[in-house]
């Protein structure tokens, strides 16, 4: 099996979109971001869709009439280009995905050079929160169905791999694009 031909290959996956939780619509989740002044945190452990939904906002927050400037961090590259914090303009906001990366200092200069923030964290605290993202079992199901088709007798498969990944999505997709793959080979060989 070609890896574009997995179900769960990384563009797949990545092509997944946000789905808010029930009840919640994305007009009264930036109704309740401008309430927060444009400055606010999408929280939750990892492999819980923060990025997705920051990704989602950044069209809607755009069509409000900001220009979206977005700053990613990761474990691995803490550095960015920071120059872009001293372009900011009247109708910038920042979205700025693994915040809680930043050090004490650089954590500080993002806040009082901001207007207008939007990040992504693991835990509550370094703004109002907007939206706690979180997982389920239900959740993981439709996305795998969505991904692969129906669950043909696999829905104990997808709750035990939900609950060995402790809810992080990003992980169960790794092991299921695994699995695929080798069904697959085994089939073939």
Same mark, same amino acid.
């Given at each position: 099996?070609?890896?574009? /031909?997995?179900?769960?290959?990384? /563009?797949?996956?990545?092509? *997944? ?70 372009? *900011?303009?009247?109708? /910038? ?20 050079? !901001?207007?207008? *923030? ?14 706690? !993202? ?43 694009? /695994? ?11």
């Amino acid at each position: 099996m070609r890896a574009r /031909d997995n179900p769960f290959s990384s /563009d797949r996956v990545e092509g *997944l979109r946000y789905r808010l939780p029930e009840g919640l619509s994305w007009d009264q989740l930036l109704e309740r971001l401008a309430s927060l002044r444009w400055r606010a945190a999408l929280v939750g452990p990892h492999g819980r869709g923060k990025t997705t939904l920051l990704e989602e906002l950044a069209p809607r927050v755009t069509a409000r009439g900001f220009r979206v400037r977005t700053v990613t961090l990761r474990q691995e590259e803490r550095r960015s280009d920071w120059k872009l914090l001293r372009s *900011l303009g009247p109708d /910038d906001i920042l979205f700025l995905d693994g915040a809680e990366l930043l050090g004490r200092l650089a954590w500080t200069a993002v806040k009082l050079r !901001c207007r207008r *923030l939007v990040i992504t964290s693991h835990r509550p605290g370094l703004l109002p929160t907007l939206l706690e !993202c979180d997982t389920s079992p239900e959740l993981l199901a439709d996305l795998v169905r969505e991904l692969a088709g129906e669950l043909t007798g696999e829905e104990p498969e997808v709750r035990e791999l939900f609950a060995r990944h402790d809810g992080n999505l990003r992980a169960v997709f790794w092991e299921m694009y /695994d699995q695929a793959y080798s069904r697959n080979r085994s089939i073939t060989s």
